[in-house]
T-cell receptor, first 113, second 112 residues
């Protein structure tokens, strides 16, 4: 079945630094979605990318969808303590019916002040 | 305000008991989903429903059951056949293709 992998599993970042987390799917995706889960909380939808090569920005967060629609990245600039949490990518395979998402294992972000 | 309500927030179950987790949404979404999250892990799909009176198994359906009698409600029963039920259970809903999910605040189930 479809598998979605995220690297790194953990990201320790000094406040103010930049970092990137990566997402790779074993199958071609119809779209890629990103979610953020704060410690003790539930996942919250951040953004969706649909087109091959698409890039979207949300303030300090930049999301990219790969040309083959099998990978994605999230880049955070000038990391702040509010960025702490786990970032999940998720996507429906183009072969899947409906919008059934397969989630990656997440990247857990810890920020050192 | 529209959203998804999961109850209870915390649930303790004795070995051999069935328990039912509630999930109600007032977002008028057609599709609803149940995911399981273990500590430090990602989300794994248990069951999903794209329309009332219809549902499909996800990747880890063994030991679980669901019903979808109303559009607003998608309860999950964790049966005694589930060997390791202690986990964080998340319910989500979505309006359909190519839209993000809205998650409930989750139920933490512990077997005692």
């Amino acid at each position: 079945g479809q598998q979605v992998m995220q690297i790194p599993q953990y990201q320790h970042v000094q406040e103010g630094e930049d970092f990137t987390t990566y997402c790779n799917s074993s199958t071609t995706l119809s779209n890629i979605q990103w979610y953020k889960q704060r410690p003790g909380g539930h996942p919250v939808f951040l953004i969706q990318l649909v087109k091959s090569g698409e890039v979207k920005k949300q303030k300090r967060l930049t999301f990219q969808f790969g040309e083959a629609k099998k990978n994605s990245s999230l880049h955070i600039t000038a990391t702040q303590t509010t960025d702490v949490g786990t970032y999940f990518c998720a996507g429906p395979s183009i072969k899947a019916a409906g919008n059934k998402l397969t989630f990656g294992g997440g990247t857990r972000v810890l920020v050192k002040p | 305000d529209g959203g998804i309500t999961q109850s209870p927030k915390y649930l303790f179950r004795k070995e051999g008991q069935n328990v039912t987790l509630s999930c109600e949404q007032n977002l008028n979404h057609d599709a609803m989903y149940w995911y399981r999250q273990d500590p430090g892990q990602g989300l794994r799909l248990i069951y999903y429903s794209q329309i009332v009176n219809d549902f499909q198994k996800g990747d880890i359906a063994e030991g679980y059951s669901v019903s979808r009698e109303k559009k607003e409600s998608f309860p999950l029963t964790v049966t005694s056949a589930q060997k390791n039920p202690t986990a964080f259970y998340l319910c989500a809903s979505g309006p359909g293709q190519a839209y993000g999910y809205t998650f409930g605040s989750g139920t933490r189930l512990t077997v005692v």
